[in-house]
């Protein structure tokens, strides 16, 4: 009688204990699912320091949606995509040619652009004295592409040389730098003779002295095409989507100065994916999708 009474306190605390750990457990895991992860490509260099950097975005988001927000930048573009398809990523910012790729891939949803998204540019630079002044100069120069999935800093550059009658693979000593701070640093530097570069990283880094512009000009920009936008993984719900659209949406020029400096921005729209049929083309024509 008295081994049964052990027994069945014995089996009550374990009981309890079980009850207690799928209560935390459930408790750890809604409050994982509450957390919204937002990537974004490591177009301006993919460091701690940028994650610090982009901390008021963290905020606004935060408050806009009443949601705890986790803002990652991963290693590379590739890694974004891949962060969309397995879901450890929820929305995420990403350059047209990584969009396309993402959409086949994973099935991402566009979100919202930025308004000059719709007529981007991409920057061909070089140093002031170096000679160069057209892309039929670049032959046999060193040069300088950003990541390899990058939609300014190598699709579009790449598709402007061919149509100049340059071809990267024949006529050039090119390298990928991953990121367009890295390329810009390069040419600065000297490293390379010319290297094409987002418009709005380029002229970021100029207007934060962090590089000196006497040390690099524009020599050539590309004609206007459709580049950066907001995604959402598959199968996150439409209410989320929604509310990350009217978040992006309700940024206001000077009332939201800080955040709109963040996404190198004045104001966003709602993007749609035929806007990207162009790009994609582009790319699978070069190879490159």
């Excluded at 397995?86 to 040619?97: K, R, T």
């Excluded at 032959?139 to 009658?165: E, V």
Aim: aromatic share 8%; charged share 20%; hydrophobic share 45%.
């Amino acid at each position: 009688m008295r081994w049964q009474v052990m027994t069945g306190r014995l089996a009550a605390s374990v009981m309890s204990l079980i009850l207690a750990l799928a209560g935390l457990f459930a408790s750890q895991a809604a409050s994982a699912e509450d957390v919204l992860r937002v990537g974004m490509i490591p177009d301006a260099g993919a460091t701690q320091v940028s994650v610090e950097q982009k901390a008021p975005l963290q905020a606004y988001l935060e408050k806009a949606l009443g949601r705890k927000v986790k803002l990652i930048i991963p290693t590379n573009y590739n890694a974004t995509v891949e962060g969309l398809d397995n879901g450890s990523l929820d929305i995420a910012y990403l350059g047209g040619l990584t969009y396309v790729k993402a959409h086949a891939r994973a099935q991402v949803i566009p979100l919202v652009q930025r308004k000059t998204d719709r007529e981007f540019h991409a920057l061909f630079i070089t140093q002031p004295d170096s000679g160069i002044n057209t892309l039929a100069d670049l032959k046999g120069k060193r040069f300088a592409f950003g990541d390899i999935n990058s939609t300014s800093g190598h699709l579009m550059p790449y598709r402007a040389l061919i149509k100049a009658g340059v071809d990267p693979d024949k006529d050039l000593k090119f390298r990928y730098t991953g990121s367009h701070p890295a390329t810009i640093k390069a040419v600065a530097a000297g490293v390379v003779d010319a290297g094409a570069c987002d418009e709005t990283v380029y002229h970021a880094m100029i207007n934060a002295h962090k590089v000196d512009p006497n040390k690099v000009k524009v020599f050539y920009t590309t004609p206007a095409f459709v580049d950066y936008v907001w995604v959402a993984r598959k199968g996150l719900p439409a209410s989320t989507r929604e509310a990350v659209i009217e978040a992006f949406l309700s940024l206001k020029a000077h009332k939201d100065e800080k955040i709109l400096t963040i996404l190198r921005g004045k104001s966003f729209v709602r993007a749609n994916d035929q806007e990207y049929d162009a790009i994609r083309s582009t790319a699978k024509k070069l190879g490159l999708f």
